[in-house]
């Protein structure tokens, strides 16, 4: 098993730019997230998804979008980037939902917008 | 508010010492408490979970703690080897809703 994969693993994007970035998993995990890492903090839930179909915001949603079209594969879409949204950005996966089973984190994108 | 709480920021000691890293929380209703090791440009990995019954509980070098009562874990690393040097994070999940807060992380780093 290739556990979390993410692509791609560093970007530089200009201000007001959008870019994608890939997830996926292969542990048929019913759950996905999106966190970001900013340097210092601990990390911040973006999205979730519970399942193919199925997405809600986290704790920092704004400026960002997903879909979840398939069980394997949750894209993170930027629109219009900032440079606030310069950060580490982390997908993981879960049997059930988060708090109650153990989350796989892929390697990270790194991001930087100038 | 929940929050978690991590000391020191960062650490340095000698290969073969022992160290000991903390964390306070204030997360309530109190689900679970998790301690992560991540890597540098890697994603975190779990290394132990404890619910609100357990004290201890042990994976290989690495023994983490947990008092309920005064919301405190500790973990602590034995005969440290180079391959310890990473961030240890500690994550608390709460009961409602699903929430889950990770601390900051601890920087720790072994010298030969």
């Known amino acids: 098993n290739a556990g979390v994969t993410q692509t791609p693993k560093f970007r530089i994007l200009k201000i007001g730019q959008s870019m994608t970035l890939q997830c996926t998993q292969d542990?048929?995990?019913?759950?996905m997230y999106w966190y970001r890492q900013d340097p210092g903090m601990g990390l911040k839930l973006i999205y979730y998804?519970?399942?193919?179909?199925?997405?809600d915001k986290g704790e920092v949603p704004n400026g960002y979008n997903v879909s979840r079209s398939t069980t394997e594969d949750f894209p993170l879409r930027l629109e219009l980037a900032a440079p606030s949204q310069t950060s580490v950005y982390f997908c993981?996966?879960?049997?059930?939902?988060?708090?109650?089973?153990?989350?796989?984190f892929g390697p990270g994108t790194r991001l930087t917008v100038l | 508010k929940n929050q978690v709480e991590q000391s020191p920021q960062s650490l340095i000691i000698l290969e073969g010492k022992n160290c000991t890293l903390q964390?306070?929380?204030?997360?309530?209703?109190?689900?679970?408490l998790r301690w992560y090791k991540q890597d540098t440009g890697r994603g975190p990995v779990s290394l132990t979970i404890?619910?609100?019954?357990?004290n201890t509980k042990s994976n290989g070098r690495y023994t983490a703690t947990l008092d309920a009562d005064t919301k405190q874990s500790s973990l602590h690393i034995t005969a440290s080897q180079l391959s310890d040097s990473a961030s240890y994070i500690c994550v608390v999940s709460a009961k409602s809703a699903s929430k889950i807060i990770f601390g900051s992380g601890t920087r720790l780093s072994i010298r030969p």
């Open positions: 993981a996966s879960s049997y059930s939902r988060q708090g109650e089973d153990t989350q796989y």
């Open positions: 404890m619910t609100f019954s357990e």
């Open positions: 998804s519970v399942g193919a179909g199925i997405t």
């Open positions: 542990m048929n995990h019913n759950y």
């Open positions: 964390c306070n929380y204030t997360v309530s209703p109190f689900s679970n």
